[in-house]
Structure formats: C-alpha cells, structure tokens
C-alpha cells in the first residue's frame, strides 16, 4: 500500500483506467411511473401510426377524380351517401359519383383517396355541390405515414421525458424496458457519530454524510442503499463493506480515513479483492484522505468524514461514475461566472476548492462570497454554500473582484 | 360563454388575476426520502453543534495559562494525567500544570480551555514539554459556535437537497415537515382515443395526452392523478370532472376542445362552478381551442387533443400554476441561442411556436431546424422536436438563418 498522494488529473485517470461501467441489466416499468428513467432497448413500432387513413379537416370523402375540373361556375355535383364519425369504422363505401360526410380525424371510407373541405362545397339533402379540384390524398394522413410498423422510434439509452412516453403510449404500451438503477451503497464510519433518530450519547456528534451522501446519490441517478453508522471496529466495518459489495453496485464510505489509530477502512478495503486501492490520497483542499479502491470492477469511495469535503469529492469523482454505470450522460457541473467577494487563499500545492455563496452587491454585480468553514467539522458551510470556486496548484490565491467560474451544487435559479 | 379569442398576454394575466395559489397543507417525510421535497416549516435547532466543546487537533488539552512565556529555550512542562478518545466523554479533569492527551474532534476535558498541537510539543513518559504559548481556545471548537441551540438553520420554503438534509442529519432528524405536492387529475377526451394496453377498435389510435401530461407533471413538481380516457359521452364526463374536481387541486383534460358536435368538454367544464371558464381560446398556433376555467380555487385547464399543442402550452401555461401550487419558484423555460435551419412562417395573427429540432451544421454551428409535423396528429413531432422558435404576432416568418432563441423542452446536454 503507497501513500504517495496523487494529483487531481492523476486521480483521475487511475478512476478511469479501472472502471468499465457495463451494463447493469434491465427491468420493466409501468410506463405512467417510468419518467427519468433509461429506455434499455431499442423501441420498434408494432403498429402503423395513424392505424387508417384519417381525413385531417371537417367536409366530404370523395374520389379526387369526380372533382377534377369543378369550379365556381361548374362545380362537381356528387351524391352524400352516409357518414362517418370519428371513432368509428366507416361503414359506407365511397362509389364513382358518391361522397361521404366525414370529420377531422375520422377514417377514410373506402372508395375513397381525398376529402373535400366542407368550406368548398355546398349541400342541397343528398345532392353536394363540390367548387374546387382536389388531388388524390389532399387532406388525407394516410395510414403509417407517422410511424410504420416495423419502424425504429426510440433508441437503448434515451432517458424518458414527456414526450418518449408519449409516443411509447402512442404505440399501445404501458409498460417498457428500462436499465437498472445503479444501487450505491452508503455507509458511515467512525467513533464519535451517532445515527440521526437515536439517544446522542455525551462525546458524540449525529452522523451526517449517510444522509448527505444518500441525497446525492439519488440526485445523480443512482439508488441509495443506505448502511447508516458502522460500529467502530474492524471486525463490523469489514462485515459492512463485504454486504456492501455484495448487495450494491458500487460503495461509498464516508470517515476513518485519516492517520489516526482508528483509521482502518483502508487497508480494509484494500484487503476486499483486486486490484484493491488505486488512489490513496489526492493533493486536494478538502479531501486529502479520500482514497479509492476497485474490488473487480465495483468502485469503493473512501470519503473523509468532514461533511463539507465528502460530499465535494462526491461531487467531483463518485458522480461521474454513478451517471455512466446509470448509462446516462456524464453531467458536468453547471457554472457561473462572478466576482471574488474577498482573496481566497490556495493550500500549498494542492487544488483547492473554496465554498462560496453567492449573492448580488449594491452594484447588481454576482459576488462569489468565501464561505467561512469556522473550524473544521462546520456543518452549516454546506447549507450556506451554492457551490465553489477551484484554485489551481500553482497559483497562491485569487485576489478579490477577480473573475471566477463558480461550480453550483445546486439549481440556483431562485437566487440569482 | 364568450368565444373571443385573447392574445396569450391577455391569457396570461386573465389566469393572473384568478390564480390564488394557497399552501397546500404538510405532510410528514421520511428524511432519507425527503430529496426534492420543499421544506414546510422554519427548522430550529434542538441541539447545540457541536454538543461540546471539541479539539481540531491531535495534541494535548491543557489550561492556555500553562503555557503562556514557553518557547524553545524555556518550554512549559505538564504532566500527562489521561487521554480523551473520540466519541468518549473525558473521565479526567485537567488541573493547573496538567494535560491530557487528545485527537481531532474529541471532546474537551473539564478544566482545559485549549488544545496545544502534538508537533509544538515533545513527551518523555508522563512528562510534556509545550514548545509555545497557545490562547485560551486555541484548537478548540466551542459548543454551539456551528449551530447554537434554538438558531434557525433552514427556512420554510427551501428545497431539500444533499447539503439541506445533511444539516437536518446533523440535528438527529429523521422525518421532516413538508409541502403536500399538488394532484394534478389528468384525463383524455375524444370519441377516437383509447386507452394503452387495451386492444385498439377499428377507427380508434392510442391515447398518448394522458401519458405525456402526467409525466410533465411530474417533471414539474405535481404528482399526477391518471384518470385515462373519459368515455365519449356528456355524462361520463361530467362525473369524471366532478371527480376529478374533488381529488385533485388542479385538472387538466385533453381533446374535445375544438368546434365539432361533440366537442362538449368547455361547456361542461363552464357548469362546474364559478367562476368557470375565464380563457377561451388563445390567438396562438399551435394551441388555440385551450380553454381554462377556475372552479372556486382551482385552475382547469382543457388543451386540445393534438399531442404536440397540448404539450406546448402544458409548457407554456400550466406547468408555472403548478410550480407555485408545490411552492417553488417558477422555473424559466431554458433557452439556447440558434440559427435558424430554415424559413418559419407564423399564422396570420397568431403567436406562433414552431418545433425544431437542434443539430450542428458542417462548420458546426447551432441550427434549429423546423420539425415536419406532416399532417396535423403526427407524434412523432413530439419525439422529434428539442423545443420551440417563438414567433411574434406581428412577424410574418423568421428567415433561413436568422438568430432564433429555442425554448428547450429537455436538457440537450448529451445533444449540442
């Protein structure tokens, strides 16, 4: 086991050379419940859509031919045999000389290939006076000129929003193939954390990264398998993660990763299977002790257990690959560009990332304003944070007023 | 009942100045499940956090005074009398002269008032030599210096992501009080429509309003209320809009809208109650038979039956009611600027929305290329289209090439 740490881009690709996110398998959804989810095939259509020629205006069913050379002076005179109502199969065939009522959307009877609109003709009882030519198929959708049976309408990876399930219902469907949501199993680690809900004994503090880290993961595809606080001892965590691995597709601890006497997930994990740890430690601020282990070809996050840290290596690595093992697009964070509220300060050849909030000053201008993280351990940086600003290795500070991209970690949309 | 049609500022402000969208009421969340939620009460904090005052440091605690005058030359020298675990309570006091060893986020003994760094000091057995002078709480996060007991740490209104549920974790929550999400009762009209998963009648096509509508309202924070396809008949529809009228804080009908005999679903909906139908008609393409109603509080919206215009002005007219009925801000629709892939010709006095599809030409620029929608019915319009080019009543097309806005109906991050 090495403990040279890496950089960031190192850390990287270590994550991207063992990972090869294949594909989780599929399961059935009630389609009126499948919104968000990934179509896992290739959707063929079983039917021709419109399943009949529809007529497309309100008038008459008539035989092109019997109107060709009609106009104002000579109209085509035909004789309305019947009707046909939307929803129903016409019962009526259209005859050389013969026209049918029909409304938009209705079928075409048969006999014939083109409807006239009811504003071009003029009807005495049965007699129908047609003013104007149409050509064969005017105002006619003819059938499968949507879809066609045997047609490709929705493709394996589409993600489903409105309109997809729409044309799922379209085709008949109410149910569909999607992949598998990715089951991420979250545990919590250390002596001084209590599960929330329980009796919090003198010298504990309540455990947040379980649920923090849960919310994340839902929030990025995947499906929380929530583990809560491991006991603080070998034998318990080394149980945990086996069961973790087993039952999930990927894992995330949170806490014992620093030097202290009772920092074992390490060299737990790494004793789980091959190829064990690749990243054990990143020249990060905050984040440091975050190491990263693949056990076959399932990810193991080991996040260090200041919430604020957890959750931004979450962010920055675990994601990723919680979005491609979902099979949906790796989403980068979304940014905005503000001004330095104040300088913020680089850790000493590592990137640093600054949580800053932002707000607007008395000139309307976006301020990316330094949230103060007090001592380590501040729980409230993380609610008061909308996101943060990266620091490069090489450069010291960013000086106040200096342009910065800011990373949201959330939709910021009713603030700024 | 009025048929004039308004210009859609004119529908805006007539749903304007009847919408009053009052608080739903509260239900109780389970935490862990509570991601997206929007927070229904100011939260206050129980607990003082941290619960005791804690060291950041690994070292010893010892009284600041002790070490006050130390350096190099002349260090302080204590006696080790104990040491603190984490997630223990201190059995030991500290006394003048003393220290107790401790690590990083370990509570505080009794008597000591700062923590000196392990690096500032050298042991032999139980003697300590302090290499500086620390201040008192030097090292020490204090109790409460997080989040004092009885601050409000989230507001109501605010919506529960990662960082807003891990403070409700930090104060051993694990249910929390929420806005009830908005019913929104969705149901199908039309003497042609029915139902996915039935067998289709001859004449008939599947339904596919009721699907996509109530996937857009779940995509806008409403929980939808399926009710399917209403049977071709006044009466059937007169109890399934009561119905819905009394299960739901919202409904929203599709189909029998337009002017044919047996287009009923206005007057019907106008008899419900008052004030009835306020929108009747809009001087928009596509969209115009929409008619929206408000029965006592609760908007109904009826939107013509074509898949694609009932989307749209979902979009445009009905998704912001909801957004407010859940309590959240009104999400702008997101944009991206384009070029235009061809002429778009508008109606002649309508505000006119065409669909386009968006894709990259061979010098890669952005083009927002019009979808065919072929006849009027077509749904794969639906599939096909990004979003929407909005154009003024009083333009008559937007040219080849001209820069376009695109209203996005989904996010085309994997797209453009």
Redesign the interface.
Known sequence: MFRKLMTFEEAQRAIASQFKPSALGEEEAV??EA??RVLAEDVVST?D????S?S?M?GYAVKAEDTFGADENQPATLKVCGVV??????HVNVAKGEAVEI?????IPEGANAVVMVEDTEREDSELHVFTPITPNEN??KCG???KKGEA??KKGQI???????????????KVQVSRIPMIAVLST????TE???P?????????????????V??SGGK?V?FGVVP?DKEALSKALHLALVSADMVITSGGV?V?P?DYTPQIVDSLGKPGIVVYGIAVKPGKPTTIAFIGEKPVFSLPGH?TSA?LIFYLLARPLIQQLAGR?V??MKTIRAAAGSRMFSAKGRRTFVMVRLMFDKNCRLIADPVES???????T??K?DGFVEIPENEQFVDSDQEVLVFL???V??KV
């Open positions: 389609l009126l919104y968000n039917l859509i419109p399943p009949f529809r497309t309100d109502n939307i929803g129903e199969q016409p409304v938009t959307g209705a079928p006619v959708m000129s949507d879809i309408v929705l489903l929003g409105s309109s997809e399930i729409g044309v799922l219902a379209a085709l008949g469907l109410t250390g002596g001084e954390v929330p809900g329980k919090l004994p003198p010298g504990k503090i309540y455990d947040i990264n379980a649920y923090s880290i849960s919310t994340a839902t929030e929380p929530y603080d620093s202290g009772r919430p959750l697009p989403g980068a007090g001592a380590s351990g501040a729980i409230t993380l609610a944070a970690f959330r939709n949309a009713g």
